[in-house]
Every structure is written in C-alpha cells, then in structure tokens.
C-alpha cells in the first residue's frame, strides 16, 4: 500500500517567490495536516484539512494557505518566500481529524535563497 | 510555537546499551506519541499512548504515558546501529476538532558498534 506521498522532494526557490507543495494521502484518509521543520527542531502544525474544511491553523502569517481537493489530497502555498521558509514540509494523513496517529510523507525540503 | 521539553537533547551510547529518553509539558495531554526520524525522511510513528499511566511495548522500545498527564518517557532496551536517528515526543488531544501534534526538538541519538 502507498504511504503518503510528497513532491517535489527537493526545490531551491528566490526570495520573493511563490511555492506549491503537494501531498498524496494514504488511501481511505480524509485528514491532511502541514507541518514544518526547521533544521533542529520539531516539526511545528501549519494547518489541518478534513473533508476539504479547514480544521485547524498553527502560527503561521498569511503568506501561507493551503487547500484540499475532493480526492483528499492537498497543496500548500507560500507567497512572497523569505530566507527563514527554508526547512522540510511535511505532510500527515490521517484517518479523521483529532485521530490518534498521522503518518508522515517523506516531506519537500525547500531551500530558499 | 508551542512545543515540549525533550531531554537529553542528544546521546552518543555504545551498542548493546539501554536508552531512556523523556518529555514534558506545561499542558495536559490526552494521547502522547513517540517518533523516530531518519536524514531526509518524515517521522515514523513508534508508539502511541492513550492513558494516563499507560505503559505500552513495542519490540525493545517501551514508552509510558506519566500519570500527571504532562509528561512521557521512551526506553530503549539493548540499542543496535539501526537506532541511530532523531525520537521526537508529540503531545495531542485528540477528539476536537483539531488534531494538531505539538513536538519535543528531538533526541539525536548516535550508537557506536
């Protein structure tokens, strides 16, 4: 069975620029929550998606949005990028919202410059 | 953003040693989660705990949920080189609407053959 996909894997990006991210859900999960990790540290919640809705949302500015599509998988979006977005976005799936597990994606590690 | 306290912050033990490994929270927790992560990939789920007291098995790992609901330890029994990796605790209440996971910075832990 196919875990959680990411893609791209790796993307060098200018500062200014915009991003989209992507993620493939485990089959038969409806949640997908964004995470980022910056080198040494712990991944930090940027948002949560059930059932196409936003269920939750970390600490992040504007800059950063996401969506859900009708087949469960997602995209996140960051707009006029800044050197300290450099870090690996990781993608969770989930059978629901508030479930006890989230399985991770590989993640895209995203080096902006 | 809100994360826990993870300690030691990193080990360098011999193979064939025990692990012990803690996490603690200023906030109550319903379900703790421990992780491991290896350069380049996204966090493997080990264990998960859902009550507090809980004391729960996974081959040579054994995590505990603590009692006072803020806090949680993972041991790691007769250590091998394939340990080698970054555990991270994460904390959730899950059963909101919300699911989001709230992450210690990470165990480095370094095993010498």
């Known amino acids: 069975d196919a875990g959680v996909t990411q893609s791209p894997t790796h993307l060098i990006k200018t500062r200014g620029q915009h991003v989209t991210l992507r993620c493939s859900p485990i089959?038969?999960?409806?949640?997908v929550s964004w995470y980022q990790q910056v080198l040494g540290q712990g991944p930090q919640f940027i948002f949560q998606?059930?059932?196409?809705?936003?269920?939750g949302r970390g600490n992040f500015p504007d800059r950063f949005s996401a969506r859900q599509f009708p087949n469960y998988s997602s995209e996140l979006n960051v707009n006029a990028l800044l050197l300290g977005d450099s870090a690996l976005y990781l993608c969770?799936?989930?059978?629901?919202?508030?479930?006890?597990?989230?399985?991770f994606g590989q993640g895209t590690r995203l080096t902006v410059v | 953003g809100q994360q826990l306290n993870q300690s030691p912050q990193s080990m360098f033990i011999q193979e064939g040693e025990d692990v012990s490994m803690n996490c603690t929270s200023s906030s109550i927790f319903n379900t703790w989660l421990w992780y491991k992560q290896d350069p380049g990939e996204g966090p493997v789920l080990l264990i998960a705990?859902?009550?507090?007291?809980e004391l729960t098995s996974n081959g040579r790992l054994t995590a505990q949920f603590g009692i006072t609901r803020k806090d949680s330890f993972l041991n790691i029994s007769a250590s091998i080189p394939s340990d080698v990796g970054i555990y991270f605790c994460a904390g959730m209440n899950y059963g909101g609407s919300q699911g989001n996971l709230i992450f210690g910075k990470g165990t480095k832990l370094s095993v010498k053959p």
């Open positions: 969770a799936s989930s059978w629901r919202t508030g479930t006890l597990e989230a399985f």
């Open positions: 089959s038969g999960h409806k949640s």
């Open positions: 998606y059930y059932e196409k809705e936003e269920r």
């Open positions: 705990l859902y009550k507090a007291g």
